[in-house]
């Protein structure tokens, strides 16, 4: 795992580290509601690197290397697909999930939330965070940098771009497709393909607080609730499950999806790319819990929501290279 520190702050995660990415200056649908669903999880800790692995600062080298040998750190091509190229070099790494909160629970202040990076370890979001992120690093001028990596993954990670405490990261994925649309940097797709919207309130955070580390933290907590409440006049365009066999033609690998839920409170349960492979079968490449690395999965899209408990459709964004 890699931290950066705030502009103001210095390194404060005492976590072993491959290495530090030092700016000068942890959304994980997945992680986040892993730990709520199914809190154990978070308690295990990550696996350790098989032997002869190639660490953080390889991978980024070696990956930006191969997108750019193979054409698609090209601003003309889709960036979808630079990203699930990203996605295919990660196969096999393994899943590890509550990493962006690791921080709290060595006694960080949520409120100084540092960026975490890496590449050698994801949850769901993470890994879609990271995808995109290193593809962006391809497209852009000169040698690959962790500093370049880190901006890519803040302005995607913290609503506006702007890193300003835990209550400032995108925690509901849908609010994190809502605001990356609002910047350009993905097109929210739900409406042109058929979504229904989910009016719900979003509440899970707030009435699961004994599950969130930060929630110790009384004015952090209330901007987590102040963050609810500014969502409640804005419903997600879901494409129900029953709809994405008639839709599926029209979304393309490197779609970033995300999982609806009929769960209290709760907007998705998992978020991942969407991946036509060389059948001509559309699968989802993801970070999951189950299985604990990154795949792709046996099952077409349609059959894998299907066999989600709860599910009541998709969240579709097409990624921008703004």
Same mark, same amino acid.
Request: proline content about 6%.
């Given at each position: ?17 491959? /290495? ?18 199914? +809190? ?30 193979? #054409? ?7 960036? #979808?697909? /630079? ?14 999930? &509550? ?23 994801? @949850? ?34 913290? *609503? #506006? &771009?702007?890193?300003? &405490? !835990? ?19 993905? $097109? ?44 409640? @006049? +804005? ?7 029953? $709809?994405?066999?008639?839709?599926? &033609? ?9 999982? /609806?839920?009929?769960?209290? #409170? ?9 991946? *036509? ?12 819990? +189950?299985?604990?690395?990154? /795949? ?7 059959? !894998? ?18």
């Amino acid at each position: 795992m890699t931290y950066l520190p705030t502009r103001r702050d210095l390194l404060r995660h005492a976590a072993t580290a491959a /290495a530090v990415l030092a700016l000068p200056f942890p959304l994980s649908a997945c992680a986040r509601q892993d730990a709520a669903i199914e +809190s154990a999880a978070t308690d295990q800790p990550p696996p350790a690197p098989p032997a002869g692995a190639v660490t953080d600062d390889e991978r980024l080298a070696l990956w930006v290397a191969t997108l750019r040998s193979e #054409g698609l750190a090209d601003p003309e091509t889709s960036l #979808g697909r /630079a990203a699930t190229r990203v996605g295919e070099l990660a196969a096999g790494t393994p899943y590890v999930a &509550g990493a962006l909160d690791a921080y709290i629970k060595a006694g960080g202040d949520p409120a100084a939330e540092p960026l975490e990076v890496s590449l050698t370890s994801f @949850d769901c979001v993470t890994l879609v965070e990271s995808c995109l992120a290193l593809a962006r690093t391809a497209a852009a001028d000169g040698e690959p940098t962790w500093q370049r990596f880190g901006s890519e993954i803040e302005r995607m990670r913290y *609503r #506006g &771009g702007v890193r300003a &405490g !835990y209550a400032s990261r995108l925690h509901y994925f849908s609010e994190w497709i809502r605001d990356a649309a609002k910047r350009g940097l993905v $097109k929210d797709l739900g409406a042109e393909l058929g979504g229904e919207p989910d009016r719900r309130l979003l509440r899970f955070m707030s009435a699961h607080g004994n599950r969130y580390p930060a929630s110790a933290s009384a004015a952090e907590w209330e901007k987590v609730r102040e963050m609810e409440r500014s969502l409640d @006049d +804005s419903p997600r365009m879901v494409v129900p499950t029953a $709809k994405i066999g008639e839709v599926q &033609g029209r979304i393309q690998t490197g779609d970033v999806l995300a999982f /609806a839920t009929s769960i209290a #409170g709760l907007d998705v349960t998992h978020a991942a790319f969407a991946y *036509r492979s060389a059948d001509g079968v559309l699968r989802v490449l993801h970070a999951p819990l +189950s299985g604990g690395v990154v /795949a792709v999965t046996q099952s077409a899209l349609p059959d !894998y929501v299907n066999a989600i408990g709860l599910s009541t459709g998709i969240l579709v964004a097409r990624p921008l290279w703004a």
